[in-house]
């Protein structure tokens, strides 16, 4: 089993993942964070909540499709969950058939892949 912080870790990996992956035009990089106040604590492990840093009072900067994240504390894997659904039943769904979330891999260059399309 894994502790929080180790989670975190490949969490934050993911983030920087993520601001490296894009770019924003002239903007440069999305500077993409981990909302720590959001993160919620399961018994299979961790709910990650992540956006951009400052968000526009307009909307312009912020990301859309970037549902939730679990971490499990058994293996560290991660699981995207759907922006169409709630959080709630993300993790019911989780729950029935974790194979219906998408499942990041990360591999030995820090890409995260999908490993059950």
Excluded at 1 to 25: G, H, I, P, S, T
Excluded at 70 to 78: M, P, Q, R, S
């Amino acid at each position: 089993m894994y502790a929080k912080e180790e989670a975190k870790a490949k969490m934050q990996r993911f983030v920087d993942y993520e601001n490296n992956l894009r770019v924003w035009n002239d903007l440069g990089k999305p500077d993409i964070v981990i909302y720590d106040h959001l993160t919620e604590e399961h018994s299979f492990g961790w709910v990650f909540y992540w956006q951009i840093k400052d968000i526009k009072k307009d909307l312009s900067n912020i990301l859309i499709g970037n549902g939730p994240i679990i971490i499990e504390k058994d293996t560290l894997n991660v699981y995207c969950m759907m922006t169409a659904m709630s959080t709630e039943e993300n993790i019911e769904l989780y729950k029935k058939d974790k194979n219906k979330l998408l499942q990041l891999e990360e591999d030995q260059d820090g890409f995260f892949d999908p490993v059950n399309i």
